[in-house]
Nanobody
Framework: QVQLVESGGGSVQAGGSLRLSCVVS????????MAWFRQAPGKEREGVAI????????TYADSVKGRFTISKDNAKNTLYLQMNSLKSEDTAMYYC??????????????????WGQGTQVIVSL
């Protein structure tokens, strides 16, 4: 039983930055892989980044490498996504998600059991 709540979305100009947060509540004692996904209207949900339980391993989608950073603070039960050099193509609803490690190290949406409600990111030209 896990609840995820995202925050930090908003509207920014291209080249700007945002930091998204995802607070985890409920069963925070279990081991999870955490990830950020995004979905633009009419497009499939795509994985942005994934991080392991300790925070020591990460993987990024090619489209965000070098611009986004996923991190977490286990003491605060919070996941972060720092987004720099934002592009109009980054406009989407952003979701945090959690899965148990036995589902593997990947960004397959169906493997993630828990999802937040999303936070909107709009990047204007």
């Amino acid at each position: 039983q896990v609840q995820l709540v995202e925050s930090g979305g908003g509207s920014v100009q291209a080249g700007g930055s945002l930091r998204l947060s995802c607070v985890v509540s409920g069963d925070t004692s279990s081991r999870y892989y955490m990830a950020w996904f995004r979905q633009a209207p009419g497009k499939e949900r795509e994985g942005v980044a994934i991080i392991n339980t300790s925070g020591g391993a990460t993987t990024y989608a090619d489209s965000v490498k070098g611009r986004f950073t996923i991190s977490k603070d286990n003491a605060k039960n919070t996941l972060y996504l720092q987004m720099n050099s934002l592009k109009s193509e980054d406009t989407a609803m952003y979701y945090c998600a959690a899965k148990y490690p036995y589902y593997g190290w990947n960004l397959r949406p169906t493997d993630f059991r828990y999802w937040g409600q999303g936070t909107q990111v709009i990047v204007s030209l």
